[in-house]
């Protein structure tokens, strides 16, 4: 019997491991919200940098400056141009807004209006757009989507989502200081790699078969078949990952964290900013969804006490 030297390589927890269909991820949980809030936003990965803070945990390093890396996030105004209800996962109907020119940036000529009141829904969500050209990478399609409504109840959510109608919403209306989030993106493409890559297998030994950086087994003799959990070349990279209880470190203007000379690969951030503690999923221009935490963190929410904020160049 073959001497088992290490355990096994990679997770079978994300299969199957292709691409993603769309840059745009899509939330499949919402968390319920009591205050009128929307439940997330989304933003443009611009880069990275790092921070000192004064540590707020219960840890032994609690009430000294400790380090931190952490992405910035340029977050332009979501646009709202529709009103969707819900009713048992079913869609009953759409409000549109009548603004002319808002429709005309996403490309909808014919307004299809589908009234609905509290009663016929159960649940309220809002169609929204990002505008990439305010930002200055070069992105011009606008990007889609619906953000959930928080509220006490539907009709409480369906008034708010109402009265953001036509209107553009700020990140600093969604998110505050200290919270925490989740980030929904895709990862970096890597293309097509090979075992000890995509999986941290071991590389063979000088004098193996023909080649080294592949697989030693295809697994037992029995069944008579490969079974999908032995590693084997494909795609690496461009997959959904969400991350949880990402913590947001600051929020403002754009002047407060333009780097000299600007973000590598991105350029100046032009609009408001989230400065996430911590790295993100994907490359710089990538949009990233953000959802108010799913799962409740039992640190109370405090305004982190940031002590420096590296703007030196990173070029």
Sequence with gaps: MGKRSGHKQGSVAFRPRKRA???????????????????????????????????????????????????????????????????????????????????????IKKK??????????????????????????????????????????????????????????????????????????????????GTVKRFGTSMQRRKSTGKRRHIGSLGAWHPGYVQYTVPMAGQMGYHKRTEINKRVMKMGAPAEINPSGGFQHYGVVKNDYLLIKGSLAGPCKRLIRLRRAARKTHAAVKVPELKYVSLESKQ
């Design 112 to 193: 299809s209006d589908k009234k609905f009141a509290a009663s016929d829904v159960s649940d309220v969500f809002v169609l929204c757009f990002v505008r990439p050209d305010l930002t200055g990478f070069g992105k011009k399609t606008p990007e889609r989507m619906e953000i959930a409504v928080g509220g006490k109840d539907a009709a409480e959510k369906l008034e708010y989502a109402l009265s953001l109608l036509g209107k553009e919403v700020k990140v600093s209306e969604v998110f505050k200081p200290g919270e925490f989030l989740d980030a929904i993106a895709i990862t970096t493409g890597k293309g097509w790699q």
């Design 21 to 107: 269909e769309s840059q745009m991820p899509p939330v499949k949980f919402w968390p319920a919200l009591g205050e009128k809030r929307l439940c997330g936003f989304a933003g443009y990965k611009a880069g990275m940098t790092h921070l000192t803070y004064i540590d707020d945990t219960e840890s032994p390093s609690k009430g000294n400056e400790v380090f931190a890396s952490a992405t910035v996030l340029e977050c332009p105004p979501l646009t709202v141009y529709g009103v969707r209800g819900y009713r048992s996962g079913e869609v009953v109907g759409d409000m549109l807004t009548s603004d002319e020119k808002v429709m005309k940036i996403i490309g």
